[in-house]
């Protein structure tokens, strides 16, 4: 392990690590009535092999391209031999598939624990139309990643993918899913059936995530194109790196409607986390959104005081370590606010998350800096 003088202290928390789950798990914890649905990895043609989605092949997803999900620190040249010559079992690195490895590479790390997400299972709702078994995917992954993390409960925290196809089973299933173990959830920055995840509908979601004290997290996914807040350009499908740059769009987007509906009025102790989608631009939103509140348009937010009063007290957002002006923004918005995370073992972050995270927190008091490192995370998802 690198020592970097910054990063000794006994809680740094990864707030956003991901597993590539093992490609059978949806056929061995899906409910049995919807097996012959289940996510699956088929043989393809000469040795390629496919994902499988609702019974049919994937309209959007090769599965060699999930190769990539793994390949964090790797240049183009390896990722594309990986993609040439490994399946996706095969190119999986050391800590991401397997739990004793995970715990391993966090203890070279110096690293306390990592708040898990999945990789597969952010692909499949963009493209599942059956409601029903969209609720079913989620609960086979939810049963299995308890189970991954059940050894491990004080590294490995679990946290629970929620469709919001159905409120009321919405919230069934994260009762169920937190009494197996899960510490929290996150929703897609997109619903099934196109309302706001602040709409009526949901209510009893967020109704019993604010009984069971859970925190809810909005964390990117692959979108439908009939989704997307970022595709406006049709000649530029092929522009992956534009794409990534604006996949913050859609949390935000997602975000901002919960003060239009005036979530945060009726879930006074309702807490939800901006995943992924950088942390700098939160200092000018909330400027922006405190303005136009206090203007002719405010009128049509049904809340009593500002966004940012709301934020502060109910809201946390994610950074990524290399955010060079993110020291300030913190000072802007309040030192409790932030996390960090590693994005392990995705593709599109790079790999000197420690070093960057070293340089990150360089300049903050030491209060601010033990928040960033672990404390909030901590607090927020109940694991002090």
Not at 33 to 45: E, L, M, N, S
Not at 55 to 74: A, I
Not at 290 to 308: I, N, Q, R
């Amino acid at each position: 392990m690198t020592t970097f003088a910054h990063l000794n202290y006994h809680n740094i928390i990864d707030a956003d690590g991901h597993v590539l789950e093992p490609p059978d798990i949806w056929e061995k914890y899906i409910d049995p009535q919807f097996r012959d649905r289940a996510i699956r990895v088929r043989p393809g043609t000469e040795g390629t092999e496919y994902l499988e989605i609702e019974g049919h092949p994937s309209k959007f997803f090769n599965l060699k391209t999930f190769t990539l999900l793994g390949g964090m620190g790797r240049t183009q040249d390896e990722m594309l031999s990986v993609m040439r010559e490994s399946n996706y079992l095969d190119a999986a690195p050391f800590g991401s598939m397997f739990a004793k490895e995970r715990v391993e590479l966090l203890d070279r790390e110096g690293i306390r624990a990592s708040i898990l997400y999945p990789s597969i299972g952010l692909t499949w709702e963009c493209e599942t139309e059956d409601l029903q078994l969209s609720l079913a995917y989620a609960r086979a992954y939810n049963r299995w990643i308890a189970d991954f993390c059940r050894d491990h409960k004080d590294r490995l925290i679990p946290v629970a993918h929620i469709s919001l196809a159905d409120g009321q089973e919405a919230a069934k299933e994260l009762e169920r899913a937190v009494k197996d173990g899960c510490r929290g959830a996150f929703v897609a920055p997109f619903t099934a059936t196109m309302k706001a995840h602040a709409h009526a509908d949901h209510d009893p979601f967020w109704a019993k995530a604010q009984e069971l004290d859970v925190p809810v997290g909005i964390h990117p996914m692959a979108e439908h194109p009939s989704k997307r807040v970022y595709q406006r350009f049709k000649d530029m499908k092929w522009a992956d790196w534009y794409h990534n740059v604006l996949g913050a769009q859609g949390p935000q987007q997602a975000f901002f409607a919960l003060f239009q509906y005036g979530l945060f009025d009726r879930f006074p102790k309702v807490k939800v986390i901006l995943l992924e989608s950088g942390a700098g631009w939160i200092g000018a939103a909330l400027d922006r959104m405190d303005t136009t509140f206090e203007t002719a348009l405010g009128k049509s937010v049904p809340l009593k005081e500002k966004p940012s009063f709301y934020f502060k007290r109910q809201c946390w957002i994610s950074g990524d370590p290399d955010e060079k002006a993110l020291a300030r923004i913190i000072e802007h918005v309040g030192d409790d606010k932030f996390f960090w995370a590693t994005d392990f073992p995705h593709f599109d972050h790079p790999g000197n998350y420690l070093e960057a995270l070293n340089n990150l927190v360089s300049p903050l008091s030491d209060r601010a800096c033990k928040n960033l490192l672990g404390d909030s995370v901590a607090k927020v998802y109940g694991l002090n």
